[in-house]
């Protein structure tokens, strides 16, 4: 059973929200879609009947940090999940330290993390395989006492495939995924579920579906719109 995660990233407001939910209402399977909504909206989802994770938590458990939010703070209002180091917040803001201090913060409390790694261009595979490899050990380093299958999974997402239609063709992806898993069994013994992100969308997923390793999605633009991400439930299995 494949995850579906739904990244809204800063879209919808919360008309669109009530909107969405009217809509989605009872046809979501619960146990493996996660809705990742803007903090203002992560209450507006009934945790009886979603999974709701955050896109991003503080680096820092409390205090004079104007402007984030605490992983108290959205363990309250009911998250369960949590993004960290999505290359949009790797642009701005996050870099491996912030990101490793993140995943500690959000393990420690027994959130589960959806840690984001991905090349910016195209390249070789070689390159391509040795830039993830250094974006797994710097955050796999200092936690890996805290890490297990079950509460990290990564989410390969080419940062040129983000948004641009563009998706990495069957065979690289295969290979790229492999290369992830097979990289953290053999240095960290660990066998950690590996999604893919970038331009899914109904009119790939079907291509998508046939590479048996990817262990689900983390899907955004399409996330977006309720009837796709419900055809998309129907179709990823
Ligand atoms: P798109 O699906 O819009 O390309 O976004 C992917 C993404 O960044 C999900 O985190």
């Known amino acids: 059973m494949k995850l579906i995660c739904c990244n809204f990233k800063m879209n919808l407001l919360k008309k ?3 909107n ?20 203002p909206y992560i209450e507006s989802f009934n945790k009886e009947n979603y999974l709701v994770g955050s896109q991003n938590i503080s680096f820092n458990e409390f205090g004079s940090i104007t402007g984030d939010t605490s992983i108290h703070q ?4 009911g998250i369960t999940y949590t993004i960290i180091g999505h290359s949009e917040r790797r642009k701005y ?10 995943i500690n913060l959000a393990l420690n409390n027994n959130i589960k993390t959806i840690l984001c790694i991905g090349e910016l261009e195209k390249l070789s595979e070689e390159e391509t395989n040795s830039f ?4 797994i050990d710097q955050a796999f380093l200092d936690n890996i006492n805290l890490i297990n299958e079950n509460n990290l999974i990564i989410a390969y997402e080419p ?9 990495p063709d069957n065979n690289c992806l295969n ?9 953290i069994k053999e240095s960290y013994n660990l066998n950690i579920k590996v999604l893919y992100g970038g331009s899914v969308k109904l009119d790939n997923i079907d291509n998508l579906e046939k590479i048996n390793i990817i262990d689900g999605y983390l ?14 439930q129907s179709k990823i299995k």
């Open 74 to 77: 959205l363990k309250e209002l």
């Open 93 to 102: 803001f996050d870099d491996d330290k912030y990101i490793s201090k993140k």
């Open 132 to 135: 993830l490899k250094s974006e």
């Open 219 to 232: 899907i955004g633009g399409a996330s977006l719109n309720p009837s796709d991400i419900l055809s998309l």
């Open 16 to 18: 669109d929200i009530e």
């Open 159 to 167: 940062i040129w495939a983000i948004g641009s239609g563009v998706i």
């Open 20 to 39: 969405y939910l009217n809509n989605i209402n009872n046809k979501i399977e619960k146990e493996r879609v996660i809705f990742f909504p803007s903090i």
């Open 175 to 183: 290979n790229t995924i492999s290369f992830i898993k097979n990289y």
